[in-house]
């Protein structure tokens, strides 16, 4: 239950941290609940650990809110085209009540899903690490690992803003597009992110349960899994919007074992982007070490990225080293230690079979804001 109660913690922290805007208020306050609350944490408890209890829990509880409509407690919960409603005072009460209520249900909608959240926004950081690839406009075969719904598939389809304190650093892709993604820049380095975006020329989506949009029933669980916040979830609704418009190929199975496959499939020429975002930290250690080894062993032989926006592994306080393999400095494992958890924006780059690993960023789970923590050409140069 103690592992439950962290896990709880930890979620809360990493999405709404001190000074988080008000509209992540309802996200923690459910995680802060579930912590708080013995009977809640016990019914939590009954899930194996390896489906993440708390966001498992969190997520049916979203979908039975939605499908319910009970009321007060619907009104603290946002609406499509609304502004985040304000949080009941009465939330955390009416909450507690609500859960406890629908015990049975709970458990029934955590036995038969797994969680899945998709979120768009984490494009804007597999953006802004594509850098320089993409104003060279050179064609990028694009293999989006753990895709789920493949919303990450079509990350040249939406619009990026980059916004500095002042006014925006950079923006990338069309402006007639369904969705804007704006990630606010944080600390004292600019990304040096793309004013254009790359020519996707291949694209192909892997997924152990790849999620079909078009089904009712799987788009209505996933809207659950979203956090609770308005940015968050109008940005799942257009990109599933996107992605049901543009079909890409997906393909089912485990990552190590139908990754050699697809990328000895691809042409000589484009460069291979292959790209995960919050999968990898799910992997057992020997699952990744073997999927790191594929990857090297592709690399030596044809030029290809593999950019990861994965929290430290292991996850949690004891985390010691990046997805792709690079150990974490320091001040980095203490700040994963104080502030919660967040995604590490990293990339492995092998051009002519030289391969050269980067720690670039960190950023909200939600791609809300970045931090640029790899030194730029001009301070390399010093
Ligand atoms: C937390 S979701 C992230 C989805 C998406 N990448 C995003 O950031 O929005 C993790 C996804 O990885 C998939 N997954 C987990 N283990 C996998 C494996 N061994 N091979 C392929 N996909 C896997 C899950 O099914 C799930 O869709």
């Given at each position: 239950m103690e592992v439950v109660r962290e896990e709880a913690a930890t979620v809360a922290a990493a999405w709404s941290?001190?000074?988080?805007?008000?509209?992540?208020r309802l996200t923690a306050a459910q995680f802060d609940a579930l912590h708080d609350d013995a009977e809640l944490v016990a019914i939590a408890s009954t899930i194996a650990p390896d489906r993440l209890p708390p966001l498992l829990f969190t997520a049916a509880a979203n979908s039975l809110v939605l499908r319910l409509e009970p009321r007060p407690l619907r009104d603290s919960f946002p609406r499509l085209g609304q502004p985040q409603p304000p949080l009941d005072r009465h939330f955390r009460r009416d909450y507690r009540a609500f859960c406890l209520d629908h015990r049975d249900q709970l458990l029934e909608l955590c036995a038969c899903h797994r969680y899945q959240m998709n979120e768009v926004g984490r494009c804007a950081h597999i953006v802004a690490a594509l850098g320089p690839e993409a104003e060279e406009e050179r064609e990028l075969a694009l293999i989006d690992v753990?895709?789920?719904?493949?919303?990450?598939?079509?990350?040249?389809r939406y619009r990026y803003v980059f916004r500095g304190p002042?006014?925006?650093l950079a923006s990338a892709g069309?402006?007639?597009?369904?969705l804007t993604l704006a990630v606010d820049i944080r600390g004292t380095r600019t990304p040096p992110a793309p004013s254009a975006l790359p020519r996707v020329v291949e694209r192909v989506g892997v997924d152990i349960e790849p999620l079909d949009l078009d089904d009712a029933g799987v788009r209505a669980w996933l809207a659950a899994c979203v956090p609770q916040e308005i940015g968050a979830v109008t940005r799942f609704h257009a990109a599933a919007q996107v992605t049901i418009e543009h079909p890409a190929r997906r393909v089912r199975g485990d990552a190590s074992e139908v990754l050699p496959e697809i990328l000895a499939a691809i042409p000589d020429g484009p460069l291979v982007c292959v790209v995960d975002s919050y999968?990898?930290?799910?992997?057992?250690p020997d699952e990744l070490a073997r999927f790191r080894a594929i990857v090297d062993g592709v690399g030596a032989e044809r030029d290809l990225d593999w950019i990861s926006i994965d929290p430290?592994?292991?996850?949690?306080?004891?985390a010691t080293s990046t997805v792709i393999g690079t150990p974490a400095p320091t001040p980095l494992l203490e700040r994963n230690r104080s502030e919660g958890v967040f995604g590490v924006l990293a990339k492995l780059a092998y051009r002519r079979g030289r391969r050269s690993a980067a720690l670039l960023a960190i950023g909200h789970p939600s791609g809300v804001w970045l931090e640029w923590l790899a030194p730029s050409q001009a301070e390399r140069g010093r």
């Amino acid at each position: 239950m103690e592992v439950v109660r962290e896990e709880a913690a930890t979620v809360a922290a990493a999405w709404s941290p001190r000074g988080a805007p008000d509209t992540w208020r309802l996200t923690a306050a459910q995680f802060d609940a579930l912590h708080d609350d013995a009977e809640l944490v016990a019914i939590a408890s009954t899930i194996a650990p390896d489906r993440l209890p708390p966001l498992l829990f969190t997520a049916a509880a979203n979908s039975l809110v939605l499908r319910l409509e009970p009321r007060p407690l619907r009104d603290s919960f946002p609406r499509l085209g609304q502004p985040q409603p304000p949080l009941d005072r009465h939330f955390r009460r009416d909450y507690r009540a609500f859960c406890l209520d629908h015990r049975d249900q709970l458990l029934e909608l955590c036995a038969c899903h797994r969680y899945q959240m998709n979120e768009v926004g984490r494009c804007a950081h597999i953006v802004a690490a594509l850098g320089p690839e993409a104003e060279e406009e050179r064609e990028l075969a694009l293999i989006d690992v753990g895709t789920g719904a493949g919303l990450g598939l079509h990350l040249d389809r939406y619009r990026y803003v980059f916004r500095g304190p002042g006014p925006s650093l950079a923006s990338a892709g069309g402006a007639g597009s369904e969705l804007t993604l704006a990630v606010d820049i944080r600390g004292t380095r600019t990304p040096p992110a793309p004013s254009a975006l790359p020519r996707v020329v291949e694209r192909v989506g892997v997924d152990i349960e790849p999620l079909d949009l078009d089904d009712a029933g799987v788009r209505a669980w996933l809207a659950a899994c979203v956090p609770q916040e308005i940015g968050a979830v109008t940005r799942f609704h257009a990109a599933a919007q996107v992605t049901i418009e543009h079909p890409a190929r997906r393909v089912r199975g485990d990552a190590s074992e139908v990754l050699p496959e697809i990328l000895a499939a691809i042409p000589d020429g484009p460069l291979v982007c292959v790209v995960d975002s919050y999968v990898h930290v799910f992997f057992e250690p020997d699952e990744l070490a073997r999927f790191r080894a594929i990857v090297d062993g592709v690399g030596a032989e044809r030029d290809l990225d593999w950019i990861s926006i994965d929290p430290l592994v292991p996850m949690g306080r004891a985390a010691t080293s990046t997805v792709i393999g690079t150990p974490a400095p320091t001040p980095l494992l203490e700040r994963n230690r104080s502030e919660g958890v967040f995604g590490v924006l990293a990339k492995l780059a092998y051009r002519r079979g030289r391969r050269s690993a980067a720690l670039l960023a960190i950023g909200h789970p939600s791609g809300v804001w970045l931090e640029w923590l790899a030194p730029s050409q001009a301070e390399r140069g010093r």
